[in-house]
């Protein structure tokens, strides 16, 4: 959930009537604690990440994206991560474009807006290897084409500019 407090009270509501059940983490030490766990056992089922401020929002998505087997998220600059990704319904209208780049690359699914079309979205990446193991492939061959490589390539143009 990132920052995005608002959007809570909807998705604790579709829980609830679900009958899903979930862990919400909300205190950055148990963020990380969970995360360092994560690095090293195996963890199951819905956990939920909100934070107050955009720090702990932000980096908290940079430390998950190691551990966790899909991410669930809208098309924003997440859509760079090398991690698969299922996109749920954008924010912003600029934000289509990242799911539209994850389904070129192959590492994401196209904008799902729909709660049937998420429900059978995830239903395939959890019951059926095979979407999944499709994404892990085109991954390993678009880190092997250098295409998430853009912040490496930006840094080594800024140091090439600093240079006498």
Known sequence: MGDHKGRWAELEA???ADGISWT???????????????????????????????????YATNLLMRV?????????????YPVPKLFIQRVGRHEAWGAIRGAEIGDGTIETASVTGLHRILKM???D????????????????????????????????????
């Not at 490589?149 to 006498?164: F, H």
């Open 24 to 58: 919400l983490h909300s205190d950055w030490k148990e963020t990380r604690a969970f995360i360092d766990e994560a690095a090293v056992s195996r963890i199951s089922g819905v956990h939920v990440f909100l934070h107050d401020d955009f720090y702990s929002a932000v």
């Open 125 to 127: 990446l959890v019951e």
């Open 14 to 16: 579709m829980f609830r």
């Open 68 to 80: 966790c087997d899909v991410m669930v998220t809208k098309p924003s600059e997440l859509s760079f």
């Open 129 to 164: 290897g095979d979407l999944l193991e499709l994404y892990c492939s085109h991954i390993v061959r678009n880190k092997k084409d250098g295409i998430y490589d853009g912040a490496y390539n930006a840094m080594k143009v800024a140091l090439k500019l600093r240079q006498p």
